[in-house]
């Protein structure tokens, strides 16, 4: 079949409200970015304050005589919290699961002419989820046509776009090196009558398969890239030849073997890729049915304890971050060129994997993960049958989990990045007899459509220990235990960081007592993959008792990196880590951000947690009132920056071979000094230094830190403090070296060994330059890092931009060919903003409100402004632009930024500026200058 953008051309409109009117809108949106925070919305800091709304979509289109008898599906990529379809109001799906990919046959429901299709999305019932969801049609949505040719008079035939699977069988290679791969294709065939009824599965009778696989190289695509003070993408020359197409036939309705000579193999390092076309053939009229494309990659997947996780045959320790589905300032929308975006910028930052948390990855994202070699755990479900939020999908699990798991398998298969299948995350059912006969039904219907990866289960055991148990069967409500929010309700109102971090300390403690063990044995003997959550002794007190299970440190605090990372190296059975979290994300809020007694800000105990911070403060302290915004807890931040947190990770994985330093920000841990009254209480103030929550105090004239396990480092890489000379600084440099000398100005200020990877230093505040010097065993120099302060001189600069186009909009089988191309809704521009010196050194402790305007030329040409923002956990800022033309934020530690929508016709014509930013204080800015090519 062949496939058509249809993310232009609809409408929307919000019901209930005062201007419940409809304006036009581009797919994907995301309608709840655009709602105004509330404090008050029952969804609270699960959203970052965002409420939810009643919306409606529609599209008007036309329908030429004979194209319902050839064959229509709608494709949806994603609606959340999920979709009423109507066609010429008459009802055609419902959809419940607000991540899970779907099809409706609008065949029996269109006519020859104008068409209307309606899609509903309410999401009015909250709270729904744990984290920021987003709103409406979040996920492309496309049109697949039947080629049309009738097949003996009985309608026609094609190739179900969803149910194409392409399967490595073996890789050989001979004495010289040369690899020859053998694949399996096989392909579901959809059939139509002649009146355009629903479709069915036909007699196939003498109907013939053709596959022609091809070289696929991305770069060629018209994914082009033009940055500032970034690395620009290679694009592959037009003179380049054509590569030998490979071809294989038979029968329609079996597996077709396709032997590849000379494969270039995908992997991580070198993520080659293929063109599959499909093509359905009827020898008896001597014509083509349909047409069908996949890109895939041919490589060959193994995991078992005595070798580990292993890709064409060598082991590949996961190296891995759990990511959310929002793209930050644009919510949950999911441009193509955001998820390639991110794709780029973890791998750049030393991960191979990543975790799709807590439900299926969108289809762009599988897409980046295959071109840039990032491997992936894709994720079913957050929930099974017992609830974490009043209204999530616990109430459609038992009846819509196999349509939902099976929709998540054939979306992955064909993915070569794809390599766990996870089938839960923190399931509270875990502990119950019904689990494990579930995981078992789980596991048999992946394996009935995708035999070729390992099965894993995401197990929080210190959840478990709260969760509440049943016997009832997997097909039978126990209300006690299902009617209400249990587990995730006592974790956020009964537990604190001092909590969490308790039973961290007493992890070991309590894996010798057996119980969990005794809690997560049925699920584990169903799967091939124990996933452990915050458990970093686990894998090894495990494997002890079972030496044949296969284990993987699947969430994980970010500073247990250097504790796992020799472990995942040297033992097989321990596949890999996955931090929490890999990018940061909307909601959650802020459950990872430390909070500083004197500060004056948002960042204070006193504006978070209440005046008088006792025991009832700290309980609530996970989850921090308005306005709380982000979960804190990202390696990369999300305007795509690196943490402090990506740093260490970088070096202790090795990915980084040079020291890196960061500095405590000053404007917090200094200040003025709360009052008795806001100081906590004597009880608390032992709990936090007890559990180490709080490292300094009074005597270096800082204010005390609450510390939140989920974020290990809270150091900013600068050393531009003015207004704190001579006062402490906090300098923590990371270093794969025994020692670190450090520094100030050419003089040496002090020299301290490397506890994992970490040397401490505390010393007044001058401005200069401050160096940093690994040093070896025997003190000799491995390498160095310098950074310097920035000068009085403030100004405000864009330092740098991304100019990013639709990946395949007009590469190969684009323009609605077989289903590779990608929509054209234009240009994603990201606009980097900093407060700096003359010489481009940030000043980070001199933020101020900036406002980005589209110039009256930008207006005129149809750009739209998404949004602007920092990197601020908690802020009042809105991330999305009200009216599409202005936007206002506050920088963060001297830095925001700034997304812009260009239209497809624009960039061969672009001069001229687009935006213009102005600060408080300072001269604006505009951008751009001159033509970004």
Known sequence: MKRSDWNQGWEFRTIGTATSTWRPVILPHDAMVHERRDPRTPNAYNTGYYPGGNYEYRRRFTVAEGDAERGMLLECEGAYP?????????????????????????????HAGENEITIAVDNTRLPNSRWYSGAGLYRPVWLWRGAGNAVAGNGTCMIRPDDVRVRTIAVERDGDGNVSASIGIRASVLGRGTG????????????????????????ASSHRAHRGRHATVSVASASAPAPTPIEAEGPAGRELRVTVPSARLWSPDEPNLYLCRLTLLDPAIGAA?????????????????????????????LNGGCVHHDNGILGAATWDQAEFRRARILKAAGFNAIRSA???????????????????????????????TSHDFAGRFRDDWDRELSAMVRKDRNHPCVVLYSIGNEIADTKSPRAAVMARRMVRRIRELDGTRPVIDCVNTISLMLAARTNAGPDEADPRVEGEPGLNTTLEHASGPALLTLIDRLMPLALRTGIMGRQTRGVFREVDVAGLNYCKQGPAYFHRRDPH???CASETYPQDI???????????????????????????????????????????????????????????????????????????????????QAYYRMVVTGALRRPVITVRPMTLLHGRHPSRRTLPSRLLDGTLNLLRLSGYDRRHGLNKTMRFIERGHDGVRSWSWPGFEERTAVVQVFSGGKSVRLLLNGRVVGEQPVWRCCAEFLLPYEPGELTAVALDADG???????????????????????????????????????????????????VDLALTDGGGEVRVADDRRLTVTLTDRARRAGVELLGAASANPITVDELASADGVAASCTTYFGRAQAVLRVPDAMPGTMSGALITVTAEGLPSVSWPHSDPQ
């Open 562 to 644: 250097a504790y796992n990372w020799p472990a995942i190296k040297r033992l097989p059975y321990h596949i890999g880590d996955f931090v929490w979290t890999g990018w940061d994300y909307i909601g959650e809020a802020s459950v990872s951000a430390w909070a500083y007694a004197g500060a004056r800000d948002e960042r204070g105990w006193a504006a978070q947690f209440g005046d008088r911070l006792g025991l009832s403060g700290i309980r609530t302290a996970p989850y921090r009132r308005y306005p709380a915004l982000l979960g804190a807890s990202g390696l990369i931040d999300i305007t795509g920056h690196p943490t402090a």
């Open 358 to 388: 807590h439900n299926p990855l969108s289809k762009a994202f599988l897409d980046a993960c295959d071109e840039v070699g990032l491997l992936v755990m894709d994720e079913a479900f957050d929930m099974w049958w017992m609830h974490k």
């Open 196 to 219: 355009g009824d629903a479709a069915t599965e036909p007699n196939l009778g003498g109907l013939r398969l053709r596959a022609t696989i091809i070289p696929h190289d991305p770069s």
């Open 549 to 551: 299970r296969v284990f």
């Open 780 to 830: 000799r120099e491995i390498a160095r890092d310098a950074i310097r302060s920035a000068g009085p001189d403030a100004r405000l600069a864009v330092t740098g931009a991304e100019w990013l186009e639709s990946p395949y909009a007009e590469g190969p089988a684009a323009g609605g060919d077989a289903g590779m191309g990608r929509h054209r809704g234009g240009a994603i521009v990201y």
């Open 82 to 110: 999920g979709a009423l379809v109507t066609v010429n109001g008459r009802p055609a799906a419902e959809q419940h699961y607000g991540y899970g990919n779907f099809f409706v046959d609008l065949a029996p429901l269109v």
């Open 289 to 317: 049915l349909d047409e069908h494309v996949e890109r895939i990659g041919i490589r060959t997947l193994t995991c078992d304890a005595r070798r580990g996780l292993r890709i064409n045959g060598v082991r590949v320790p």
